[in-house]
């Protein structure tokens, strides 16, 4: 089992910038690949963005292209989001999610994490 927490989540004016973390515990961080996901009211889960267990490769949605910046660190068994240039449009719930580091199916998968942090709430104003 992985227990994944979420912080940083706020209250921020559209052009700004947050840093979400995501502390996990439990079994050895290093076994897992992790992602972020969010969603917005009335709207299905969205990928967001994700990261290898090592942290060599990571993959983001092409709403956050060039905006927002995943990272990790295993000393601290810690996921981080650095979210720039925020839009009214992400505001959403964001949820942490772990999977095993050997599973096969994109990172994309929402179907693919089997632990998931209860989210934090992002709102931007506009």
């Known amino acids: 089992q992985v227990q994944l927490v979420e912080s940083g989540g706020g209250l921020v004016q559209a052009g700004g910038s947050l840093r979400l973390s995501c502390a996990a515990s439990?079994?050895?961080?290093?076994?897992?690949?992790m992602g972020w996901f969010r969603q917005a009211p009335g709207k299905e889960r969205e990928f967001v963005a994700a990261i290898t267990w090592i942290g060599g490769s990571s993959y983001y949605g092409d709403s956050v292209k060039g905006r927002f910046t995943i990272s990790r660190d295993n000393a601290k068994n810690t996921m981080y989001l650095q979210m720039n240039s925020l839009k009214a449009e992400d505001t959403a719930v964001y949820y942490c999610a772990a999977r095993n580091r050997f599973a096969t199916a994109t990172m994309i998968d929402t179907e693919s994490y089997a632990y998931w942090g209860q989210g934090t709430q992002v709102t931007v104003s506009s």
């Open positions: 439990g079994r050895t961080f290093v076994g897992y690949s």
